[in-house]
T-cell receptor
Framework: DQQVKQNSPSLSVQEGRISILNCDYT??????FLWYKKYPAEGPTFLIS?????DKNEDGRFTVFLNKSAKHLSLHIVPSQPGDSAVYFC????????????FGTGTSLTVIP | ETGVTQSPTHLIKTRGQQVTLRCSSQ?????VSWYQQALGQGPQFIFQ???????GRGNFPPRFSGLQFPNYSSELNVNALELDDSALYLC??????????????FGSGTRLTVV
């Protein structure tokens, strides 16, 4: 079963505007969440993380928001740049999930110049 | 600081054959995890190696096995290949064997095609 879901396979945004990528999870024991970015022919690259004791974490243009009651997190990119065009994966882990990350299916972001 | 390197980059095998994929971890990282990414899907955890022992396993059959060497590099072996094993295999290294404490550094992957 898919414990981490990204329901939008793709997203297109104009350069300079905000990109919002969404992720939902089902396992209430998840308490650590990450976003990865993947370019074609490359492995995923770590972008930003958040633990369940926070509801927001910011790093430059990237901000992750966590809503534990809704089991939802989102990644905001402001302002969006053409170089941000990639596939974005959210991932989650928890104290009872062993040492693995559970990944969503990804959202392909296209930033239009 | 060298990143995670995987070899080979592409591989074509016949159903029923065996395959070995290799991974060198990033300098300073002692833990290696392997993931399978099927087309249109996110990476799925196969297993993790820490201190040369399997340290967690996902929902994959025993014909998926691995090794970790004293220099922290790792191999993924798949026996009796099936068509559904066709996927991108990603190796990831980390400083900690605990997912709560670290992020993964991924290699570029090995694209395996089973025909």
């Amino acid at each position: 079963d898919q414990q981490v879901k990204q329901n939008s396979p793709s997203l297109s945004v104009q350069e300079g505007r905000i990109s919002i990528l969404n992720c939902d999870y089902t396992n209430s024991m998840f308490d650590y969440f990450l976003w990865y970015k993947k370019y074609p022919a490359e492995g995923p690259t770590f972008l930003i993380s958040i633990s369940s004791i926070k509801d927001k974490n910011e790093d430059g243009r990237f901000t992750v928001f966590l809503n534990k009651s809704a089991k939802h997190l989102s990644l905001h990119i402001v302002p969006s740049q053409p170089g941000d065009s990639a596939v974005y994966f959210c991932a989650a882990s928890g104290s009872n999930t062993g040492n693995q990350f559970y990944f969503g299916t990804g959202t392909s972001l296209t930033v239009i110049p | 600081e060298t990143g995670v390197t995987q070899s080979p980059t592409h591989l074509i095998k016949t159903r029923g054959q065996q395959v070995t994929l290799r991974c060198s971890s990033q300098s300073g990282h002692n833990t290696v995890s392997w993931y399978q990414q099927a087309l249109g899907q996110g990476p799925q955890f196969i297993f993790q190696y820490y201190r040369e022992e399997e340290n967690g396993r996902g929902n994959f059959p025993p014909r998926f096995s691995g090794l970790q060497f004293p220099n922290y590099s790792s191999e993924l072996n798949v026996n009796a290949l099936e068509l559904d094993d066709s996927a991108l295999y990603l190796c990831a290294s980390s400083r900690s064997n605990r997912a709560l404490q670290s992020s993964h550094t991924f290699g570029s992957g090995t694209r395996l095609t089973v025909v």
